[in-house]
């Protein structure tokens, strides 16, 4: 495997993605790593990441020298070229004017790392400092006009650095340029595939369930249906999947879940009625955090209580994926990723309750995870499902929960996806991108708790106004409200107001995140 030593929070992780996007597996771990950690982790290859700091800041990362030492080849980008240079005696210095965008380079010579791409390209550069001066041993191999030491390299002990960024799109070769690292020096094989990874990951899980029984929450969202695919490929039916329902999904959700893992898959599937008890206990309850902490608790007793039912469980089988584990990491640790396992504590064990957990995606990007579903043979619906809130609809519905609320907001936001997943896919179709610049990301319809008057026919109405959200993201952070045509609104707004009884208004809300929030509760 190939790890990238991270030296600023988001330049890892973009890394690792394109190490991966080539077929070879990549980790990420705090760019402060002593030499011997690395070493136990047994790397074929290093790439230390780039960062927003100076080498030569007061409370700068460091790099363990003895790194250098491990005869691991090693490519630095950026941080990682400039910590290469001054660890191992060159000189870094702070220059006039940096270099943020494009930037030209000139190949001054031959260069095993920019071996194939052009005499002249142009890459991405974000900087400030420079190599001033490469370290003894090294060739400089190219450079631009404000950078003297654009790239740099030592054949004799396979380190490489770049000041640019040849992991962004930008970086015209900067694919080719990684290609070389791993497959020319260092010789690695592009063997990391979704069908090795599957075989892989089944292989681990029998090994390591025996002949015990697991346990799995499985909500319908995207990462525990992929858990609960591979699991049910290694253990086939000591698998309990637990799918409690709340009666707050969305129009037809429950039926299509238990279709695909009680028909597809030889699991033990367990569908949990629990809309009744739900009702029961939301009644009257207006206060969203309110809402929020009676729906999640009771999950944990219904769960709990099939888990004790079924009996003889011994593990638990959760969809932590990649990015809440190095989220988590870094926060708790300031940057060790690699040494914080996950967030288990937000289960509520009851007393005396033990499992062992089981968390087979924590090494996988989203987009991976889609990937292995894909291949584990989800249906589309499942693996591009947008995101949905654990308190389901109860938190697009503002004020009480009420079964006529629901049958309202469940039929309006049917409407709203059917016609917006028709969007995204003539977007697909012309974009070729699943998630173009202007597809919806997540879409739903709101319930607000209020009345107005309207005109059906002859008659006066005093109806319900339903309010369409919809939102381009990429990650639930930020978001701004998609500027759907007008002919697509128009279409939902008629369709909403036609079909949904008791609606007689339809609103768009045009308001970004920040300031306000995706849900609106
Ligand atoms: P907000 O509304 O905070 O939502 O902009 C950001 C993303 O998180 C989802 N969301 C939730 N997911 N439990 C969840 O599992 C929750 O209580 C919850 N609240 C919001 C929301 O759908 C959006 O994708």
Not at 127 to 156: I, K, L, N, W, Y
Not at 386 to 392: A, E, H, L, R, T
Not at 497 to 516: F, H, L, M, Q, W
């Amino acid at each position: 495997k190939v790890l990238v030593l991270d030296f600023g929070a988001q330049y890892g992780q973009l890394i690792a993605r394109r190490v991966r996007d080539l077929h070879v597996y990549s980790e990420i771990v705090a760019g402060d790593s002593p030499a011997a950690d690395i070493e136990a982790m047994e790397p074929s290859a290093l790439i230390l990441s780039g960062g927003p700091a100076s080498v030569y800041a007061e409370d700068a990362p460091e790099i363990d020298p003895a790194i250098f030492e491990l005869g691991v080849p090693v490519l630095g980008f950026c941080y990682g070229h400039q910590i290469m240079a001054s660890t191992l005696g060159g000189q870094v210095a702070h220059v006039e004017v940096g270099e943020y965008g494009p930037a030209s380079i000139e190949r001054e010579r031959e260069s095993r790392l920019l071996n194939a791409t052009p005499l002249k390209q142009t890459v991405w550069m974000s900087h400030r400092d420079a190599v001033s001066s490469a370290p003894a041993g090294f060739t400089v191999t190219s450079s631009t006009e404000a950078c003297p030491v654009a790239s740099m390299e030592d054949h004799q002990r396979r380190l490489y650095s770049t000041q640019f960024h040849p992991e962004v799109r930008h970086t015209e070769c900067g694919e080719q340029i990684l290609s070389n690292f791993l497959f020319d020096i260092c010789g690695l094989e592009p063997s990391w595939t979704m069908e090795s990874i599957v075989e892989a990951k089944v292989a681990e899980i029998r090994e390591r369930v025996g002949d015990a029984r697991v346990i799995l929450a499985l909500s319908g969202g995207v990462d525990s249906s992929v858990v609960a695919a591979l699991c049910a490929r290694a253990i086939g039916p000591r698998l309990t999947c637990v799918f409690i329902n709340h009666g707050l999904l969305r129009k037809n959700e429950p039926e299509q879940v238990e279709e695909i893992f009680s028909s597809q898959f030889d699991v033990d599937f367990v569908h949990v009625h629990a809309e009744e008890r739900y009702a029961a206990l939301l009644a009257g309850v207006v206060d969203p955090e309110e809402k929020r902490r009676i729906i999640g608790t009771q999950f944990w007793e219904e769960f709990f209580a099939v888990a004790q039912r079924t009996g003889g469980v011994r593990f638990l089988a959760q969809g932590t994926i990649y990015p809440d584990i190095i989220e988590s990491g870094a926060r708790k640790t300031g940057g060790r990723a690699a040494t914080i396992k996950s967030h288990h504590n937000l289960i509520p064990f009851p007393e005396g309750v033990s499992f062992d957990l089981i968390e087979p995606l924590d090494h996988f990007f989203k987009d991976e995870v889609r990937e292995l579903g894909l291949q584990l043979g989800l249906p589309g619906h499942i693996v591009y499902r947008q995101p949905f809130p654990g308190p389901g609809l109860a938190i697009r519905i503002i004020g009480a929960v009420d079964a006529e609320k629901l049958a309202i907001l469940k039929d309006a936001d049917a409407i709203v996806r059917e016609e917006l997943d028709a969007y995204n896919e003539r977007l697909f179709r012309q974009t070729g991108e699943r998630n173009s610049a202007h597809s919806c990301w997540q879409y739903f319809a709101v319930l607000p708790d209020i009345r107005s008057v309207g005109v059906m026919g002859d008659e006066r109405t005093y109806g319900r106004p339903v309010i369409l959200r919809a939102v381009e993201s990429t990650d639930a952070m930020t978001a701004d409200w998609a500027r759907l045509p007008y002919d697509v609104l128009a279409h939902i707004s008629s369709r909403i107001v036609a079909e949904v009884g008791g609606v007689n208004r339809v609103a768009y809300d045009i308001t970004s995140k920040p300031p306000a929030t995706i849900e609106w509760e």
